[in-house]
């Protein structure tokens, strides 16, 4: 494996073990304690977190594996070799898909969703109660993925 391509997998494959915990503490415990609350905190709670969480330290982290993993794409179709190939792009398009897309497509609507509701709003606790277990299992989808993708580019600098 050429020495930029072990730094890519390297790179995707640390992004995306971090990504993946980051998303499992949501799905195990800070969205259940967050269920937890009166709904209008819950709600105000989960407007603040999806306000923090846009820092550089978790962009760069979750882009930045994105952009690791798209590289590890290229690298596994310029190169083709069965084993290190397929888990290369196999790694890269359970990120891309399963972590970016879930996300841009199931999670930050939801999100932008709930940023409009007050918590004072007389469907803040509907909105909240529909919120939570359909975030959740978008995210237990996250989850999953990018673990999957971290032990694909696991995979392929063991092979």
């Not at 690791?68 to 359970?94: D, F, K, P, Y």
């Not at 529909?130 to 999957?148: E, I, M, Q």
Request: aromatic share 10%.
């Amino acid at each position: 494996m050429p020495t930029w391509v072990l730094g890519v997998t390297l790179i995707a494959a640390l992004g995306s073990g971090l990504v993946a915990g980051v998303f499992f503490a949501f799905s195990t415990f800070v969205m259940k304690a967050l269920a937890r609350l009166v709904p209008a905190e819950g709600l105000a709670a989960m407007q603040s977190i999806n306000i923090v969480v846009l820092n550089p330290w978790f962009l760069g982290a979750f882009f930045g594996t994105a952009l690791a993993s798209a590289a590890a794409i290229v690298a596994g179709l310029m190169e083709w070799r069965a084993n290190t190939s397929t888990l290369l792009v196999a790694g890269g398009v359970l990120y891309l898909v399963g972590t970016i897309g879930v996300t841009m497509l199931c999670n930050v609507p939801r999100n932008e969703q709930l940023a409009r509701i007050a918590r004072t709003d007389e469907t803040a606790v509907s909105a909240w109660t529909r919120y939570v277990p359909g975030w959740t299992a978008w995210n237990h989808v996250r989850t999953v993925a990018a673990l999957a993708a971290a032990a694909a580019f696991t995979l392929a600098l063991a092979t």
